[in-house]
């Protein structure tokens, strides 16, 4: 059996235009501070015309294959993770199977996965349980989650955001799974859905979704540390992994989420906490479930007890959430592309523990092993070719009018056909794929842009 699965590389694609929460917020009427502090986002990208699941993913996937020097026939299997529905039978995976036909390779396994922000996370387990199985043919797994994150006018608009990751799996991984080690909690809620096939825009029960992800939080915690004592026979405390990544469709969530961990290690008599902190979170310890999920009070203790744990394990992974926003399947893993940006040089020998939820619901807790790779799959290679900070630094910031003249734009074009797009390519970096145009039977056409003024036309 292969040992140490996991991820060797990975790279992140965001669309370059971005607009400002603080510009929003202002834009919007909303009082000063309701989505910076009060959601704790900084700045939210979009796609344009010119771009969607299906460009990002390809971009990030070709990018992915050349920068790492894989040779497309050693894609064994490659799975997608998304909740952006552009065809409702045809895949994402379909169309990236562009990159590999030219290359003879069509002997690649995989679909699509979808629920909701958790697409990834299957996708994931999927390439992973592969490579581990008797029905592995020794050639690399490919995962891609990409997502364009939009909502109607509203308090959930400012929580948009969009990106595609691509992630590239096989064993004696830099990035490996403690595989035994994985808690999850699926159930039956209406807490944000998608029912309305003519729209982009999901139907949301923003109060519902956050009691939601505290509660499957709460149950992936209970079902991670149970199995991590049945396996080292003693308790887990957040002691035991040095960073936490939570699936982020705004910051506030992942502070408050943080905080009720450390809750948990509370009742769970956790020798870590110092005597001031667990006089300040006695009085909550006779609280009911349900009591515990609406006490404000218990809130904020919590989060005050956490702030310096939240700083040291949780605060270098929230970069791109903050910045690019929710990317729903990408959500999670731009946490740990943060996380490496960040930190690459002092990773080795770390646990990193995830949490991955998707609304509906379905969630995982799931344990990580850091460790040094050969090159090309080393920590610091991974950052080396993300290059976090030069794409950040490229974007371009657009006025909250624009941004909302582009989502009405999109609004029309969400499901149409027979039409083309500007073309005005003048904000993408080379390589960048975008749409041209989607012609009478609602088939898709995409470019690249070149390094030159022409362009590489790449058909249907
Ligand atoms: C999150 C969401 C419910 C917030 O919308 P809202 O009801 O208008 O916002 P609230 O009035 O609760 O304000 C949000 C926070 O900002 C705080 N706030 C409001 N105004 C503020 C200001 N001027 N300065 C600082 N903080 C402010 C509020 O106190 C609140 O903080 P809290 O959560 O700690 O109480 C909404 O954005 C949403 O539905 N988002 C989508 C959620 C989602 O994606 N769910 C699915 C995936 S899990």
Known sequence: MAKNVGILAFDIYFPPSYVQQEALEAHDGASKGKYTIGLGQDSMAFCTELEDVISMSLTVVKSLLEKYEIDPKQIGRLEVGSETVIDKSKSIKTFLMQIFEKYGNSDIEGVDSTNACYGGTAALFNCVNWVESSSWDGRYGLVVCTDSAVYAEGPARPTGGAAAIAMLIGPDAPIAFESKLRGSHMSHVYDFYKPNLASEYPVVDGKLSQTCYLMALDSCYKNFSHKYEKLHGKQFFIS????????????????????????????????????????????????????????????????????????????????????????????LYAAFVSLIHNKHSTLANNRVILFSYGSGLTATMFSLRLHDGQHPFTLSNIAKVMDVGGKLKSRHEVTPEKFIETLKLMEERYGAKDFVTSKDTSLLSPGTFYLTEVDSMYRRFYATKTTENGVTTNGH
Do not use: I, W
């Not at 609280?287 to 939240?310: I, M, N, T």
């Open 240 to 331: 035991d992994a040095d960073y936490v990544l939570f699936h982020s469709p705004y910051n506030k969530l992942v502070q408050k989420s943080f905080a009720r961990l450390v809750f948990n290690d509370y009742l769970k008599n956790s020798s870590s906490l110092d005597e001031a902190a667990k006089e300040k979170l006695e009085p909550f310890s006779t609280l009911s479930g349900d009591e515990s999920y609406q006490s404000r009070d218990l809130e904020k203790a919590s989060q005050q007890v956490a702030k310096p744990l939240y700083d040291a394990k949780v605060q270098p992974t929230t970069l791109l959430p903050k910045t690019v926003g929710n990317m729903y399947t990408a959500s």
